[in-house]
């Protein structure tokens, strides 16, 4: 089945350092992949819909600047945390698509533990 | 615009006996329907789906799912649960409008299963 692989799963870094995860499918080619935030206990917040070869898309209230994507390859998405704050801590979480339809239903990465001290 | 509504935010339940979580979403086109689960620290894991065709689904794990068109929900049942399933249990939404290709998200049913 779909794999998609997330690293790393957690990261502890300092307030206003950058901070990379990888989002990577395994055995499958995602012309799209999507990062989700999670906060404690609450559902997950679509930030922005990463398309291979083209700028993201984003979410309203998500700021492009700070969360930089890059989907340079079909089996390959990045986000970037720049100047990370305390207040950027959450998990991350991306997902990727076989098929531009979401009839197949997302496989998500494992997540990504941010901690900004 | 869609929306999903999981209405308990909590279940617990002891083992082996029934439970259903409950979904109901919004949308004014057809719309694809999807039942996640979460452990701790994980990310999701897809445990059924509805497309088209039979309103009954069946997914992994033992559950299962209806789909309800005049009432809108989209219900998760198992018939007797285990410790193992006590997680976060999460209904998401597809509308045709966009291609299937946006998904939304409930606020997510946390279930605790007791021994």
């Known amino acids: 089945g779909a794999v998609v692989s997330q690293h790393p799963s957690w990261v502890i870094c300092k307030s206003g350092t950058s901070v990379k995860i990888e989002c990577r499918s395994l055995d499958f080619q995602a012309t799209t992949m999507f990062w989700y935030r999670q906060f404690p206990k609450q559902s997950l917040m679509l930030m922005a819909t990463?398309?291979?070869?083209?700028?993201?898309?984003?979410e309203q209230g998500v700021e492009k600047d700070k969360f930089l994507i890059n989907h340079a390859s079909l089996t390959l998405s990045t986000l970037t945390v720049t100047s990370a704050h305390p207040e950027d801590s959450s998990f991350y979480i991306c997902?990727?698509?076989?098929?531009?339809?979401?009839?197949?239903?997302?496989?998500f990465g494992s997540g990504t533990r941010l901690t900004v001290v | 615009a869609q929306s999903v509504t999981q209405l308990d935010s909590q279940v617990p339940v002891f083992e082996e006996a029934p439970v259903e979580l409950r979904c109901n979403y919004s949308s004014s086109v057809s719309v694809y329907l999807f039942w996640y689960v979460q452990y701790p620290n994980q990310g999701l894991q897809l445990l059924l789906k509805?497309?088209?065709?039979?309103?009954l689904v069946k997914g992994i794990n033992g559950f299962e799912a209806e789909f309800n068109k005049s009432q809108t929900s989209f219900h998760l049942r198992k018939p007797s649960v285990h410790i193992s399933d006590t997680a976060e249990y999460f209904c998401?939404?597809?509308?045709?409008?966009?291609?299937?290709?946006?998904?939304?998200f409930g606020a997510g049913t946390r279930l605790f299963v007791k021994a």
């Open positions: 990463s398309n291979e070869g083209s700028k993201a898309t984003y």
């Open positions: 509805y497309l088209s065709g039979s309103t």
């Open positions: 997902s990727a698509t076989p098929d531009r339809r979401a009839n197949y239903g997302y496989t």
């Open positions: 998401a939404v597809s509308d045709l409008l966009t291609g299937g290709f946006k998904t939304i």
